[in-house]
């Protein structure tokens, strides 16, 4: 039997104007733009050949992980796959430390050993940073296990591409979270594509919010592009989790602009496709188009936010690169038996 052809995409979403005020929607377009220009500077850097190895981009994806952050208490924990960059900048670990990861300096938060895909803050809550697809789905249904066995009523939410929706070991994890109810929120970041192969080509259902279905777990359609539609979503799986009802999941519908890493040529789909997505549902666009018409803002304070953050991003890359690289007897330490 043939393969199933690559449809045109088709968004299922549609855009809604939800609550919010001025100084909200400012901290989403700072929040969300330093995401962009970290990553474009990341970019950058990989071309100028400062970064090696893996790569993943999250731009595109920015409202995902932002609207998700706003809905999150203290003690709250994310953990993810390798495109992760955006969920460290989100859960206010430095430019700086992420971008000396990225480029192998001794100041990076791994020390210059993991790089792109294995950067943790348990000060932060962070949790990785997972290169085996779908791998962070148990270990997060593991940190939401903690803290139910703990009782310090903390949510862990683990995020998870459309692509690795299709692995086995997610379904063991969503059985026991509901099996216990474990205060866990399943976000699938449906980017559409998991690496060259798109959702209609790898999955039988591609409904991916009605994966839980068979669990009894609960799941909803969000626009991923929607700043203010994820934090809503994101505040209602939260509260569910958290109030002891068990897991949900959320499937956002998103849109990666770039590779799927620097190493992509990206021929599985048009370039029409992707200007048509960033004209007309880009996620920083469409906060700026409702802070303009609110008149929360002009076309100037933004540009002075753009400048402020180019800055830090600026002062991220050059810390990096002046960063030494780790000492070679690095080799020897975190390694499973510590030499003496
Ligand atoms: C278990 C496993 N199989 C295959 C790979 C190779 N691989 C890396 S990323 C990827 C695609 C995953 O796509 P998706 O889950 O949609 O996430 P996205 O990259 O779109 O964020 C694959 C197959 C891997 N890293 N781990
Ligand atoms: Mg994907």
């Not at 733009?33 to 190895?53: N, T, V």
């Not at 929120?185 to 068979?214: H, P």
């Not at 991003?313 to 499973?336: G, M, Q």
Request: proline residues 3%; hydrophobic residues 40%.
């Amino acid at each position: 039997m043939a393969a199933k052809t690559t449809k045109k995409t088709t968004r299922k979403t549609k855009p809604a104007v939800l609550k919010t005020d001025q100084d909200e929607l400012l901290g989403y377009y700072r929040d969300m733009l330093l995401i962009r220009r970290f990553e474009e500077r990341a970019g950058q850097l990989y071309g100028m050949g400062h970064i090696a190895g893996f790569c993943h981009l999250y731009i595109g994806q920015e409202a995902v992980v932002t609207g998700c952050k706003a809905a999150m208490q203290d003690g709250d924990q994310m953990i993810t796959g390798y495109r992760d960059h955006g969920h460290m900048l989100a859960l206010d670990m430095t430019p700086k430390g992420v971008m000396a990861e990225l480029t192998g300096r001794a100041t990076g938060y791994s020390k210059g050993k993991g790089g792109s895909m294995h950067m943790f803050s348990t000060e932060k809550k962070f949790y990785g940073g997972h290169g085996i697809v779908g791998a962070q789905v148990p270990i997060g249904a593991g940190l939401a296990f903690a803290n139910q066995y703990l009782d310090n009523k903390a949510v862990s939410l683990a995020f998870f591409g459309d692509g690795a929706s299709n692995q086995g070991q997610v379904y063991e994890a969503f059985n026991m979270a509901k099996l216990w109810d474990l205060p866990v929120v399943f976000v699938i970041e449906n980017n559409q594509y998991a690496m060259g192969t798109s959702v209609k080509r790898a999955s039988a259902e591609t409904e991916l919010f009605k994966r839980g279905i068979s669990f009894e777990i609960e799941g909803r359609l969000v626009n991923g592009m929607d700043v203010l539609a994820v934090r809503d979503a994101a505040q209602d799986a939260i509260d569910h989790a958290r109030a002891g009802k068990g897991p949900m999941i959320l499937e956002m519908e998103t849109y990666r602009y770039r590779g799927h890493s620097m190493s992509d040529p990206a021929k599985y789909r048009s370039r029409d496709e992707v200007t048509k997505t960033r004209d007309e549902s880009d996620p920083i666009e469409g906060v700026k188009k409702r802070i303009l018409s609110e008149g929360w803002a002009d076309e100037d304070a933004l540009k002075e936010i753009d400048k402020e953050i180019k800055a830090i991003v600026k002062e991220a890359a050059d810390f990096a690169i002046e960063s030494p690289e780790p000492d070679p007897s690095e080799l020897w330490t975190d390694v499973l038996i510590e030499a003496d």
